[in-house]
């Protein structure tokens, strides 16, 4: 009856978009789940927009004409895998796929050189009975375009852009001429820049699914499951994993809960239990519609007689928004992940904050391909933070800022936030907004 009164009928409409707005709901409602017939129309428009838009886009941006993607079944690489359409749920046998730009502003051509169509996104380019060897036949099919440049995904630093095995290269290769085996060059920020780029649709529909975590964090972070002096940290965990399976929804990670207490060393975990008069913190992420959500809130359990947080750990909340936005100011199109890291920090710490910056790109995967800034065990420059900032990028900007706690004895608190923002080339804004006041759990029900 729960799933029924949840997602709806087959037949029922899908819910409408939520505007993106800067400013997080107190208590949001839960949006309508779709469908599974929903999800797949939903996740193939948007396939389908992305390759016809993004593709081209991308291989003229980096001048590659033949771009070579392979994959075998159940061990899809990440670009393979965010390409297959919602009915073909994993790569079959041996899945290639071939990307070509004729060039003169012609349309780049989809092919898949597999047994198997792929939704009527790439064209069949492969007839087993008049040529058995697959790798022949990706041979002949290069040979024929005799493109400039050919791009594989392999690269010593991106995990997004190193899907092509040994076992492939080995194969590909020799079955290539000899002359075109000298054109083959690294599809690095081919694949970084497909996964990395968001289209208008995802836009429109990022801000219901942001919505969706922040409901159930909402949820999570209420008398309706935590009782002081009873519920206990993992209970809480283990809450967000049975409450995602009722919703027909999936985490993309096991989700954090640890309490901070007075007079108490760092971050209580697992069978702690929370009392009133403890600042609860929690990481949670959902991957639904493809994308994927990362959120980090605070709530504090009021104690008896007690109507706010002290005005010490709302203090610390707010300290760790203002470094939000000496972050978020820094987002300028061509510069490093490594150069807006280390403005933001410089101008945190001008301003007599103690700040800890870790923010990373969102979409297709929860710590998603582009430019890192900053780690949490690094706030220097690091080779994975090299790369540009481009527009239309999805971001979890996560971070801390520490704070003294007067009304806990001086005591140093980690105020640890993350929200998921968009950066449109000019300004980031927050999705489904940010986190500006602690949620607030009575002591009493």
């Not at 409408?16 to 193939?44: C, D, G």
């Not at 690269?155 to 020799?174: C, K, P, R, Y």
């Not at 599809?187 to 429109?204: K, Q």
Request: proline share 6%.
């Amino acid at each position: 009856m729960l799933l029924v009164s949840l997602i709806g009928s087959p037949a029922a409409a899908a819910p409408s978009p939520i505007a993106m707005t800067e400013t997080e709901a107190q208590a949001p409602t839960l949006p309508r789940i779709f469908t599974a017939r929903e999800r797949a129309t939903t996740e193939n428009r948007i396939l389908a927009e992305r390759l016809d838009t993004i593709i081209p886009a991308i291989m003229r941006e980096q001048g590659i004409d033949l771009w070579l993607l392979v994959a075998r079944e159940y061990f899809e690489e990440p670009v393979v895998a965010s390409m297959l359409d919602a009915e073909n749920m994993h790569a079959r046998r041996r899945t290639i796929l071939i990307f070509h730009d004729p060039g003169d502003g012609k349309p780049v051509e989809r092919l898949t050189v597999s047994r198997y169509g792929l939704g009527g996104l790439f064209a069949p380019a492969w007839d087993p009975i008049k040529q058995p060897d697959q790798w022949q036949a990706v041979a002949e099919i290069i040979v024929a375009r005799d493109p400039a440049k050919i791009a594989i995904n392999s690269s010593d630093l991106h995990q997004f852009a190193d899907g092509m095995t040994l076992s492939q290269h080995e194969n590909f290769v020799a079955a290539l001429p000899a002359p075109l085996r000298q054109r083959i060059v690294s599809g690095e920020s081919l694949a970084i820049r497909w996964l990395e780029t968001r289209t208008h649709p995802e836009i429109d529909l990022y801000p219901s699914i942001v919505r969706t975590a922040h409901a159930v964090i909402g949820e999570a972070f209420s008398r309706a499951v935590i009782t002081p002096g009873v519920t206990t940290a993992e209970h809480v965990q283990w809450w967000y994993r049975d409450r995602l399976l009722q919703l027909g929804l999936e985490p993309w990670f096991h989700p954090s809960v640890a309490i901070q207490r007075q007079g108490a060393k760092g971050m209580l975990e697992g069978a702690e239990v929370i009392q009133p008069g403890d600042l609860l913190w929690t990481d949670f992420g959902i991957t639904y519609l493809r994308l994927n959500t990362d959120t980090q809130h605070l709530a504090y359990v009021l104690k008896p007689g007690e109507s706010n947080a002290p005005a010490g750990l709302r203090q610390g909340l707010a300290n760790s928004n203002r470094v939000q936005d000496m972050l978020t100011r820094h987002f300028v199109v061509g510069r490093s992940g490594n150069e807006v890291l280390a403005l933001a920090r410089a101008d945190a710490i001008a301003a007599g904050l103690d700040p800890s910056i870790y923010t990373h790109p969102i979409g297709l995967h929860g710590h998603g391909a582009g430019p890192s800034i900053g780690f949490w065990d690094k706030q220097s420059s690091d080779n994975r933070g090299d790369r540009s900032i481009n527009a239309n990028t999805a971001w979890s900007i996560e971070l801390t800022s520490y704070s003294t706690v007067p009304e806990w004895g001086g005591q140093r608190v980690d105020f640890r936030t993350e929200e998921n923002a968009f950066f449109d080339g000019k300004s980031v804004r927050y999705i489904d907004g940010r986190q500006t006041e602690i949620t607030l759990i009575s002591a009493a029900q």
